[in-house]
Structure formats: structure tokens, C-alpha cells
């Protein structure tokens, strides 16, 4: 049983990205993210990335990126759609960008609470609408569906294969459950 008392949120601090980095390759893949994507969401109108701890240890990390219309082709690399447009019809976008909580303390409602203190950040820089792209598996999950869906984002459009063009990897992304090139999907969830 979890205990609310042990869970602490707040931005990342400079000596936790070796560890964020870990879990990062752990949850999302070893070529999802490196340093330089941590380092950029430090003291930035543009990001920021909050880290959850329970009992004092690192459990997890969520990116966010904070941008306008002009930038959410090269953010999100949508295909036309009602989707894209309703982003493109806003001022300031708040995108979840990269969110994993490290195995051991999966379920325990840090995944909730880290989508959460990102949400209220989001308020704080005061967004007009908010998205993610939902990593689905290729066995059809999307294990952020339910908080999604409690924070009241819905899905809009589902892109195959979206993942390979997000890294740099010859090949395609390296992906932690079905290899290279990466045959997940990703589902646009958007409220505005
Ligand atoms: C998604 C993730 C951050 C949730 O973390 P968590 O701390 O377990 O989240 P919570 O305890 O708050 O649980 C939230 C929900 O996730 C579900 N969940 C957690 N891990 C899951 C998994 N591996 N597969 C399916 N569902 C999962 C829980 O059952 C719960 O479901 P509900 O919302 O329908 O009640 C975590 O599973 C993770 O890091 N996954 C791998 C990386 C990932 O998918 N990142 C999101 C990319 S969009």
C-alpha cells in the first residue's frame, strides 16, 4: 500500500539527470532521450521537467513543453487533421511530453500525481490548451489512457509506426517492447 505522505513532486535538479536518464532508457528506450533534453528544461519559459520521488527515492520524471502554434509541426509532426488544426487555432500549448515511472513503483499512483503537479504547472504559465502524445503498445495498451481520460483529454487521431521519426537512430527507434524499428503507435489527447 502506498502512503500519500511519501510522495514528493518538484523540478528536476541538475544531479538527478544521470538517474532520469536510467529510468528513461528503461521505460521509453535507450534512444529516447539524453542529457541535452533534460539540460534544456532548466530555468525556461519553453519546458520544464518534474521529477516524483516516494520514500526519497527517485520514482519517475515527466518533460513538458510550453510553445505556440509556429512551433507544433516540429514539435509534434501531426499529418492535417481536425486534431492538428485545433492545435494550430491556440496561443500557448502545454505538451506532456515524455512521462515513465520506473517499474518498482508502478501503480502506486505516482504516474497520477506526476501528470498532476504538471497540469497545475501548465495552469501557472497559464496554457490554453494542453496535449500528449499517448505511447500505444502494439498490444493495444495505453497505460496512460485512464489519467488522460480523468484529466479530461480525449483522443483525436492515432499515427502508426510515430515513434521512428521522433529519434535519430538509423534504423528507426529501439523500442523497449517490440525492438527496432518501433511498430507502437502514438494517440494525439488533447483539451483546449
Ligand atoms: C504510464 C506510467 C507513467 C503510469 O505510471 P504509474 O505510476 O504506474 O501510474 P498510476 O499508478 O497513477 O496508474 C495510472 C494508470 O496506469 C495504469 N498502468 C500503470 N502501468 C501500466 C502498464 N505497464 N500497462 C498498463 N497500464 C498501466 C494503472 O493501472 C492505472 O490505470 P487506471 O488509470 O486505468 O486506473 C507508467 O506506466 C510508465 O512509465 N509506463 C512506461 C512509459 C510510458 O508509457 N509513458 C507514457 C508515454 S505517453
Redesign the pocket.
Known amino acids: 500500500m502506498r502512503d500519500r505522505r511519501l510522495i514528493l513532486t518538484r523540478n528536476i535538479a541538475v544531479n538527478e539527470i544521470p538517474i532520469a536518464i536510467d529510468v528513461s532508457k528503461e521505460?521509453?528506450g535507450e534512444d529516447y532521450l539524453a542529457e541535452k533534453d533534460f539540460l534544456e528544461t532548466i530555468n525556461t519559459p519553453s519546458a520544464f521537467c518534474k521529477v516524483i520521488t516516494y520514500n526519497r527515492q527517485f520514482?519517475?520524471f515527466a518533460i513538458c513543453q510550453v510553445f505556440g502554434p509556429d512551433k507544433v509541426d516540429k514539435m509534434l509532426h501531426l499529418p492535417d487533421s481536425p486534431g492538428k488544426d485545433k492545435l494550430l487555432s491556440k496561443e500557448k500549448i502545454g505538451l506532456?511530453d515524455?512521462?515513465?515511472?520506473?517499474?518498482a513503483?508502478?501503480?502506486?499512483?505516482?504516474?497520477?500525481?506526476?501528470?498532476a503537479a504538471c497540469n497545475s504547472e501548465f495552469s501557472t504559465r497559464e496554457v490554453d490548451a494542453v496535449c500528449?502524445?499517448?505511447?500505444k503498445?502494439v498490444d493495444g495498451?495505453?497505460?496512460?489512457?485512464?489519467?488522460l481520460?480523468?484529466m479530461d483529454l480525449t483522443p483525436q487521431l492515432e499515427i502508426p509506426g510515430y515513434w521512428n521519426q521522433m529519434v535519430d537512430s538509423p534504423g528507426g527507434h529501439d523500442c523497449p517492447i517490440c525492438g527496432r524499428p518501433c511498430k507502437c503507435s502514438?494517440v494525439l489527447y488533447y483539451k483546449g
Open positions: 521505460e521509453l520514482a519517475g506532456f515524455a512521462v515513465a515511472v520506473s517499474k513503483f508502478r501503480r502506486l499512483g505516482l504516474g497520477t500525481e506526476l501528470f500528449a502524445m499517448a505511447w503498445s495498451t495505453i497505460s496512460t489512457e485512464g489519467i481520460r480523468r502514438a
